[in-house]
């Protein structure tokens, strides 16, 4: 016989390295549907394990109510089903553009600081010629001046 294991809310966020606020919040947007006992809040292993999948989407950028969405289609059924793997497909995909995007987005400022950081070091060599041939002439006209 399987003992049911329970867990408080601490638990759960010494676990995740979450606050317990934060868990409060998954919980008033519907993520998480703990039990009370008085004003104590009981979390389940299906808590458990939705809160890690909340933490998981939330790593791969999914937004809460996409997460949200994907726990509907869930609930749904006993096991899952197809509407729910397609819309985990089309959450992927739409995500996976986005990163590209923003590799994209990141190469090109590369290349302009990589740009910008030329022309830099490029002045600044000018301005340390300048100075050095400045630095010369004072030189050679200070000791024609002393002699």
Do not use: H
């Not at 919040?25 to 394990?49: A, H, M």
């Not at 050095?132 to 050679?140: C, P, S």
Request: with cysteine.
């Amino acid at each position: 016989m399987s003992e049911k294991r329970t867990f408080s809310i601490s638990e759960l966020s010494q676990e995740f390295d979450v606050t317990t606020r934060s868990i409060r919040f998954y919980e008033d947007q519907g993520l998480l549907k703990p039990t009370r006992r008085g004003q104590t809040r009981i979390f389940s292993t299906k808590d458990r394990v939705r809160l890690k999948l909340i933490l998981r989407g939330k790593r791969m950028g999914f937004s809460l109510a996409e997460t949200k969405e994907l726990f509907d289609l869930w609930d749904e059924t006993l096991t899952g089903n197809e509407k729910q793997l397609l819309k985990m497909l089309e959450i992927l995909s739409a995500r996976r553009e986005q990163l590209e995007q923003q590799k994209e987005d990141i190469a090109m400022a590369e290349m302009e600081m990589d740009t910008a950081e030329a022309r830099c070091r490029e002045a600044l060599t000018e301005l340390q010629k300048k100075k050095e041939e400045q630095g010369l002439t004072t030189n050679t006209k200070e000791t024609a001046v002393s002699k």
